[in-house]
């Protein structure tokens, strides 16, 4: 029997990669990849990282995607987004296709890994990471049949680019503070050393010398 094959599946008769089930404050759309769209190494960086271990792993691959990078160097969730391949479509019109012939409604399968999440009981509103919660809102590519016009999906994807963008720069911002943090460790620790055996203190150059008057 063949494998099971996660977040795959066919939107209409075009198959495609699920990378978000539902959106946060949409929970009937859902945010797809057709992979008939990608090309060369993009298609193959994208299906190899849905086939590894860590993505079949994983409910969301989402989350996998934003922790991977493309061959080229690029996050691989901006990516895809930048480059408009992400499409947010309704849910109802999602099959998944975990086994060849076989296919399973994607509302079925978010009803029910909701209620494992959520205990039985009606999910609860999580924090997001903004990243992904504004790659999550993206309508950036109009809908196959029926759904954003062009001058929303436009007016989403400017937005969703502000979003990414503040992301980045909160993200840089901690990584500035966690330098600061290091150095100033860096700094302890050398004091300490320099206590324990003063002889290997840097010595100090001569300073400049002395003006002389003409």
Not at 18 to 38: K, M, T, W, Y
Not at 168 to 193: C, F, G, N, P, R
């Amino acid at each position: 029997m063949a494998d099971m094959m996660k977040h795959v599946g066919v939107y209409g008769e075009k198959p495609c990669v699920v990378v978000f089930r539902e959106l946060p404050d949409e929970p009937e759309n859902a945010l797809i990849c057709l992979s008939g769209n990608l090309e060369g190494n993009l298609h193959d960086d994208v299906m190899s990282v849905v086939d590894s271990a860590e993505g079949q792993e994983s409910n969301e691959i989402s989350e996998v995607f934003f922790r991977r990078r493309l061959s080229d160097g690029e996050n691989m969730l901006e990516a895809l987004h930048s480059r408009k391949m992400l499409q947010k479509v309704p849910v109802d019109m999602v099959k998944l296709t975990p086994f060849p012939n076989q296919q399973v409604d994607l509302t079925e399968i978010n009803k029910q890994l909701n209620n494992i999440n959520a205990g039985s009981n009606p999910p609860l509103k999580t924090e997001v990471d903004p990243l992904v919660a504004e790659s999550q809102a993206a309508g950036s590519v109009p809908l196959i049949e029926g759904g954003q016009s062009v001058a929303s999906a436009e007016a989403s994807a400017e937005t969703s680019s502000e979003g990414i963008a503040q992301s980045m720069i909160d993200q840089a911002t901690l990584m500035e503070e966690d330098a600061q943090a290091l150095l100033s460790e860096a700094t302890a620790k050398k004091a300490q050393a320099y206590e324990m055996a003063p002889e290997l203190k840097p010595k100090r150059g001569p300073g400049r010398p002395p003006k002389t008057e003409a």
